[in-house]
């Protein structure tokens, strides 16, 4: 089946905006949906669900703010009902690596009938250049409650083109890939990594779990948002997605981007140079 137009869910997000690019640069119709778009989408509000997706043949979802929440499972099945009955014959799932709330989002998305394509993602190189990691790099010094656990980081742009490639070629349809960096660094080794590359001394530290979501609290995140890095970093981040996967070139036919060249590349444009 030939897709006609993409309703890319979270379509300004850190994914949505490149898998976005990368369909137009194909000539294929992405259309974003989120709160600010028209028409809007709010995973709140299901009212708005369907408007969103009338009119496009297949979707990719990043749901908010993540799939460990107990809420998700539920929400993703109505989801995909709701993407059926708007003529939506294909859905490209973004999910994390080792999170049970996940396995079972993905189980709802499943049952429904849909095809689906489901890209089990580990951390994000960019969560350290785009993310809630930037300010902390920028001032010298990042602090987070995980110790010496190595996790296979991938690249967000390596997603986004799966994610492409899973959109536009039907042998992946149906099909689960677990997508990770092609080597496990700790966020330790991370840190020295974009400390060289930058030419700057950045330390890594160990905080407390407790206090650590205690300084969120105090900078007023949402509970749900504070929960959701509990559970990361007291139970995912244990050693049990350290394993890095074949994923990326399963799909791609070739390797995933390696860290130290994300870092030398993030790098050269000045992202964690001291502010002024």
Known sequence: MQISTVAIIGGLGKTGGRVAKRLKDRSIHARAASRS???????????????????????????????????????ISAFAKTAVD????????????????????????????????????????????????????????????????????????????VAVEALTNPRHRNQTYELTGPR???????????????????????????AFTAELTAAGLPQETIGILYELFTKVLDGRNSNVMDGVQQVLGRPPRDFPDYARETAATGIWSVQP
């Open 184 to 210: 496990a660094l700790t966020f330790r080794e991370a840190v020295s990594e974009i400390a060289a590359a930058s030419g700057r001394a950045i330390e890594y530290e160990t905080a407390p779990v407790d």
């Open 37 to 75: 778009t028209a028409p809007s989408f709010d995973w709140q509000d299901r009212g708005t669900w369907h408007a969103a997706l009338t009119g496009a043949s297949a979707a990719y979802v990043a749901f908010q703010p993540d799939l460990a929440v107990a809420r998700a499972a539920e929400a």
């Open 86 to 161: 708007a003529g939506i014959g294909h859905i490209v799932l973004l999910s994390g690596r080792g999170e049970d709330g996940a396995v079972r989002s993905e189980n709802e998305l499943k049952a429904v009938g849909v095809d689906y394509t489901v890209l089990r993602a580990s951390w994000f190189n960019q969560n350290f250049s785009e993310g809630a990691f930037l300010e902390q790099l920028r001032q010298g010094r990042l602090a987070l409650p995980v110790g010496d656990v190595p996790e296979p980081f991938v690249d967000a742009d390596d997603l986004a083109d």
